[in-house]
């Protein structure tokens, strides 16, 4: 029994090193082990890009949501100096209300650091994307990925993310970027690591995460789950080995008003700078200031577009798994 389990074990990690780190839940677990649809979900958003409560309950509901369309939610984080693939409830009760100075937000740089040294950590779309690769997961929904920031050509602030998916082939189900970065040199980089970005049924138009429409536009708008299911299957048969963006644009009636939005950013972006906030801190800064100047407008909006995203990546994974059996 113990060496059948081990089998299995193996079978379904595609990188036997990252292994003896993990503990699956046994959802997950269940479900890898029967090629069940599944759905990996980031943390960072949750110790460092919501409040507390709002980030626990919001966290609950999108497992919810990818369960209610059929498929397992994989909330990856790491306790302990444990990777948790699959948190229970009070996993995320714990790792939600710890302050956000005393866990770590970890990206690639980060992770054997915080595993060596049993620290609690929020995975980043980075982070989240090498686990979920890692033990066989293809579908991740989340908010907004990171990105190259305003100023870059000064500061060299571009987000380890767009590195990550020109090298992981996971698909990351987002509502883009954030307008709080520059969006059209995020999407340039995005094309120079060599990821594949579709905008879903919004007329070839980045979403910028608020609001449906950037004013940038990419090279294919996606129709329906099992057009992405299908890109990813031929994406994986030829090991290109990259990942894949899809811009999910916020359902209309939760947009936040856009000019309410790039005025808070400005502020936001000016405000960093003149208080000297640098590096990893910066996205959290911009995120927390925008919230607060936009009175929980853009919180809203926030919460409904991480929802949907889960809906549609649930979807995609639905159909990935039917192509298989
Ligand atoms: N963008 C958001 N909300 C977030 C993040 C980005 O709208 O919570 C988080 C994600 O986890 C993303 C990370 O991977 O911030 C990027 O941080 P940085 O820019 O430091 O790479
Ligand atoms: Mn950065």
Redesign the pocket.
């Known amino acids: 029994m113990f060496l059948r389990s081990l089998q299995l074990q193996k079978r379904f990690f595609n990188s036997k090193a990252l292994n003896r780190f993990v503990d699956l839940s046994p959802e997950v677990r269940n479900s890898l082990n029967n090629k069940k649809p599944i759905v990996a979900l ?1 943390s ?2 949750i110790t ?2 919501m409040p507390y409560p709002e980030n626990v309950k919001t966290a609950k509901e999108v497992e919810e949501i990818v369960k209610s369309q059929g498929a397992v939610p994989a909330t990856i984080a790491i306790l302990d100096g444990r990777i948790k693939v699959g948190l229970s409830s009070n996993d995320l009760e714990k790792l939600g209300s710890l302050d956000p100075k005393t866990v770590s937000k970890v ?1 690639r740089s980060d992770l054997a650091m915080v595993i060596s040294s049993k620290r609690n950590g929020g995975t ?3 982070g989240t994307m090498i686990i979920a690769n890692s033990v066989g997961i293809r579908v991740f929904a989340t ?4 990105g190259v920031h305003r100023g870059a050509e000064e500061s060299f602030d571009i ?3 767009l590195v990550e998916l020109g090298k992981t082939p996971v698909t990351v189900v987002c509502s883009g970027v ?1 307008s709080i970065l520059d969006i059209p040199k995020t999407l340039e980089y995005l094309e120079t690591q060599g990821v594949c970005v579709g905008s879903y049924n919004n007329d070839y138009f980045l979403p910028d ?1 608020y609001t449906p429409r950037s004013s940038c536009q990419v090279t294919y708008d996606f129709k329906t789950p099992s057009e992405v299911a299908n890109l990813i299957r031929v994406n994986s048969e030829l090991k290109t080995n990259s990942g894949i963006l899809v811009g999910v644009p916020v359902p209309a009636e939760f947009s936040a008003d856009k000019e309410t939005v790039n005025n808070a950013i400005q502020k936001a972006v000016k405000d960093a700078e003149i208080q000297g906030i640098k590096g ?1 801190a ?2 959290p800064f911009i ?1 927390s200031s925008v919230a607060r100047q936009t009175k929980g407008n853009s919180l809203s909006a926030n919460i409904a577009l991480i929802k949907n995203n889960a809906k549609v990546a649930a979807k995609i994974s639905k159909e990935l798994s039917n192509e298989e059996k």
């Open positions: 980031e960072t958003i460092h890009g990206s980043t779309v980075a908010g907004g990925i990171g987000s380890a993310d954030k995460f990893k910066v996205t995120l």
